[in-house]
């Protein structure tokens, strides 16, 4: 009688994860997303994006190097994609999702530090 009592709820679990392997083993619609990395500093010509492409549709994770990048130049404006961030010691990823395509400019909060960087369709 025992054996009944343990054969029937592992029958029951044999059976159910028989019917739920094939959707386990199924393959993702989803495609893992990537992120791109890039990285903002200023020079003597304004703002430097390096990388300077990016794909228009994968987030874009930009670390500011405070070394390079100072004053009203820390208060970054990307118009295209409605970013305004201030960075500063400890918080210096800005972080956004290309949605167009073509040159982007990028500018401080003041209007006098200048740059841009090209977004690409996807392949």
Do not use: H
């Amino acid at each position: 009688m025992l054996w009944k009592r343990i054969a029937a709820p592992c029958l029951v679990f044999v059976v159910a994860l028989a019917l739920a392997a094939p959707a386990l083993a199924a393959p993702q619609d989803k495609a893992p997303s990537k992120v791109q990395l890039v990285k903002l500093t200023f020079d003597d010509k304004g703002y430097v994006v390096t990388p300077s492409t990016m794909t228009k549709g994968v987030p874009v994770k930009m670390e500011v190097d405070l070394g390079t990048v100072k004053g009203c130049m820390r208060t970054v404006v990307i118009n295209a994609f409605n970013v305004k961030q201030t960075v500063k010691e400890g918080a210096t990823t800005i972080e956004f999702t290309p949605s167009k395509s073509g040159k982007i400019d990028i500018i401080c909060g003041m209007n006098m530090g200048k740059g841009w960087f090209t977004v690409v369709d996807p392949k």
